[in-house]
């Protein structure tokens, strides 16, 4: 039986197991397009936590062409030394490392700069910029930037490419994409003429590099929409690919701008998304095939491998929730692994914000450079009043220190307001990051005490007080019902319901009452255009398709008046009376309550207040303020 970590062999690299890192592009880098400081310690981690391979970000073929704001690219035989110097680094650990070689093309930012991105044809792109169609004498032009990328990649120290054609996305994947591809010339119209383009790219890195210089290919097994490429149309392509010179196929699925939530598999997505077509392709292929898409569970990426479903795994957000994924899975350490839980707050959420990407249940992950966890210098005794992940985060990071710590929950359950998110069954692999701080708590044997309020005379044993107990539900008056309510089972709400606020809360309750009530009828009240404001793409698009099947109506850009006599809400300077509902339920967001904070404080002891309890915000900021703050214990 073929395992994980046997080696695996992809035409003349062998890697010394079958596990690859996908790129990712959480914006760590600088207009050099080298990689900085800060990437350098981000992908030196995960080859420290022994991944097979690490497939490093969109490397773009024309330096002038970038994919985001920082794009890898070669510009110079100085910069070709500098990536030598790296990846010299990543081989010291035993792993292999290759670039994602592309032309981003439609999805360029150049429009930014007055230069229209060019495409297969013309559209709007993903950015809704106009895009232009390339001229066919442009193309040749467009296959030495390929080859002569791949073969600076050659020189850099880089152990093969990876190549992308997937998703009617970039360049080569817009003109293989019946969608987006629209041309009547050679490079349009049947299959074989779509992927006209992709063979010369093909082709040409092969007679530029070599054939010791391997090329995965990463490709859409299915786009999986109407009248995009179907799993029919890719086994036509793979013997195909195959002669021209792909040592390996790298399975995603999807399509970038219908259906990015089957390209980064969200709430509710299915693991290994991209199976069924990779079994197809399997049956046919003379070369290793990898799949890539929701692989953020060990048991799953072994049994992958050993059933002889495909020969490798690419896992991404996995290894941002923890760098030693792999390590951990080799050592059979499953429940040490933080786990993915597919939320995308972190990884697409921050960038949605014009952050750098992180994680919400590692902190670490793209700050390797300034945190550092070292052995405590102090033997302070630490409380963390409030058992949510913010507060487990934390008093984790306090045990692996070497500090004494406990942990104070007024409620019977440990995980805050995770609880309430995961209830929805879309979400409900949420609470795994509930599990494995439970897990962690009892392997490091830290007390926690259930079923406890602190207050001020609690407080004298300790040297340390951490306070992350939550926040405080609005409700207009004491007798009304919170999204919280629902979502708690303190109340059971049926018939016909007004939900008022459409935000992530708002609607996680009303999804939750049609779960619990399928013949129930709930109208949503936002302020704002759409509910759900603020959801990254991909979760929002499953969202939205959940409840366009659910009996939910949205009633957006509309405000409530008064509840008397009938809901009356006002709607573009126009007031109207929804009539009556048997339930109104308020999702209108919570205040912090700093109240104990304050109390403890005044008592003179070390306090420090995160998470809820100090400003409402994310599980992210909970869990990294909390530890940003052991961490200096």
């Known amino acids: 039986m073929t395992t994980l970590f046997d080696e695996l062999q992809i035409g003349s690299m062998i890697l010394k197991n079958r596990t690859f890192m996908a790129p990712m592009s959480l914006g760590y880098g600088d ?7 800060q990437e350098q310690a981000y992908w030196l981690e995960r080859a420290k936590g022994e991944v097979g391979c690490i497939i490093t970000d969109a490397t773009s073929v024309d330096p002038n ?18 990536y030598k110097k790296f990846t010299d680094k990543i081989h010291a650990y035993g792993t292999k490392i290759i670039p994602q070689i592309t032309h981003p093309g439609p999805e360029s930012i150049s429009s930014f700069f007055g230069i229209t991105p060019i495409s297969s044809s013309g559209y709007l792109n993903s950015m809704y910029q106009q895009t232009r169609e390339l001229k066919i004498e442009e193309i040749p032009n467009i296959i030495s930037m390929y080859a002569n990328t791949s073969y600076q990649a050659k020189q850099a120290g880089f152990d093969g490419i990876e190549l992308h054609c997937a998703h009617g996305y970039m360049l080569l994947g817009s003109f293989l994409s019946p969608l987006k591809n629209k041309r009547t010339d050679a490079y349009g119209g049947n299959l074989m003429n779509r992927a006209r ?15 010791d210089f391997p090329i995965i290919l990463r490709m859409s097994g299915s786009e999986k929409i109407c009248g995009g490429n179907t799993i029919e149309d890719t086994l036509q392509l793979i013997p195909e690919l ?44 003379h070369v290793p095939v990898l799949l890539v898409g929701k692989i953020n569970d060990a048991k799953l990426a072994r049994s992958l491998v050993e059933e002889g479903k495909v020969d490798g795994i690419v896992l991404g957000r996995a290894l941002l929730a923890d760098a030693d994924f792999v390590k951990k899975t080799k050592e059979d350490k499953d429940a040490q692994i933080a786990p993915c839980t597919g939320c995308l707050a972190g990884c697409v959420g921050q960038q949605t914000k014009r952050l750098c990407g992180t994680c919400v249940i590692n902190p670490f992950c793209g700050h390797e450079t300034e945190m550092k966890m070292e052995p405590a210098t102090s033997n302070k005794k ?45 979400k409900k692999e949420m609470h795994k990051w509930i599990d494995y701080l439970e897990s962690e708590c009892q392997r490091l044997h830290i007390p926690v005490h259930l079923n406890h309020e602190v207050n001020v005379n609690d407080v004298h044993d300790f040297d340390v007080v951490l306070v992350c107990n939550g926040s405080i539900p609005n409700r207009p008056n004491e007798n009304a019902y919170t999204a919280h309510d629902v979502l708690d089972d303190k109340v059971d709400v049926h018939g016909n319901i007004l939900v008022v606020g459409g935000g992530m809360v708002g609607v996680e309750a009303s999804e939750y009452i049609c779960e619990k009530h399928p013949d129930a009828h709930v109208t949503i009240l936002e302020m704002k255009k759409n509910i759900d404001d603020g959801e990254c793409p991909a979760n929002l698009v499953s969202t939205m ?48 309550d700093p109240s104990l904070y ?21 599980a992210l900021e909970a869990v990294r303020d909390g530890v940003n703050i052991t961490l200096k214990l």
């Open 31 to 37: 207009q050099t397009g080298i990689p900085t400081l």
């Open 65 to 82: 062409t970038p994919y985001l704001g920082n794009t890898l690219c070669f510009r110079s035989e100085e910069s070709i030394l500098e």
């Open 197 to 211: 383009l992709l063979f010369e790219v093909v082709e040409a890195i092969k007679d530029k590099c070599g054939n």
């Open 242 to 285: 195959e002669k021209r010179g792909v040592d390996a196929f790298e399975v995603s699925g999807g399509s970038q701008y219908e259906l990015p939530n089957k390209i980064m598999p969200s709430h509710g997505e299915e693991c290994a998304t991209n199976l069924a077509e990779a079994l197809r392709i399997k049956e046919i292929s």
């Open 382 to 426: 630490v409380m963390i009043v409030g058992g949510g992940i913010g507060g487990l985060s934390a008093a984790r990071m306090c045990a692996l220190r070497g500090l004494d710590v406990e942990v104070f929950e007024k409620s019977g359950v440990l995980g805050g307001q995770i609880n309430l998110a995961s209830k929805i069954t879309p």
């Open 545 to 592: 398709t959940r409840i366009q099947g659910l009996p939910i109506t949205a009633l957006t850009e509309t405000k409530l008046v008064s509840v008397e006599d009938g809901v009356k809400v006002e709607k573009g300077g126009e007031t109207q009376n929804l009539g009556k509902f048997d339930f109104i339920v308020y999702a209108t967001g919570s205040k912090p």
């Open 598 to 618: 304050e109390a403890i404080r005044e008592t003179g002891k070390e306090t420090y207040l995160f998470g809820d309890a100090s400003s409402v915000a994310q």
